[in-house]
């Protein structure tokens, strides 16, 4: 199983910056894709960086990053606007063992809120 643990979350004044991680522990067999997902009150649960893309809404300002030899991924976030309120989730798709097929993994997810 993989365990996915977010940080970095936190209140952050309009034009400010901020550096989720999230680290991927337990037992597998290799981590493949990585990605930062985000739900704010009352709205679906949208991607906002995967290891090609980025959201419409965060590109030029949110950069994914990631370290394989710890099996950590980042999520640098400048010029942040209050509509990136949002609990930001780590999503990873793990094989357990060679040659298995993946499963797809989440953490708690992390608080981010943009406010003066």
């Known amino acids: 199983q993989v365990q996915l643990v977010e940080s970095g979350g936190g209140l952050v004044q309009p034009g400010g910056s901020l550096r989720l991680s999230c680290a991927a522990s337990g037992s597998f067999f290799r981590i493949n894709a990585m990605a930062w997902y985000r739900q704010a009150p009352g709205e679906q649960r949208e991607l906002v960086a995967g290891s090609t893309s980025y959201a419409d809404s965060v590109k030029g300002r949110f950069l994914i990053s990631r370290d394989n030899a710890k099996n950590t991924v980042f999520l640098e976030m400048n010029s942040l606007k209050p509509e990136d309120t949002a609990v930001y989730y780590c999503?990873?798709?793990?094989?357990?063992?060679?040659?298995?097929?993946?499963?797809?993994?989440w953490g708690q997810g992390t608080q981010v809120t943009v406010s003066s």
């Open positions: 999503n990873a798709e793990a094989q357990l063992y060679p040659g298995g097929r993946q499963f797809n993994y």
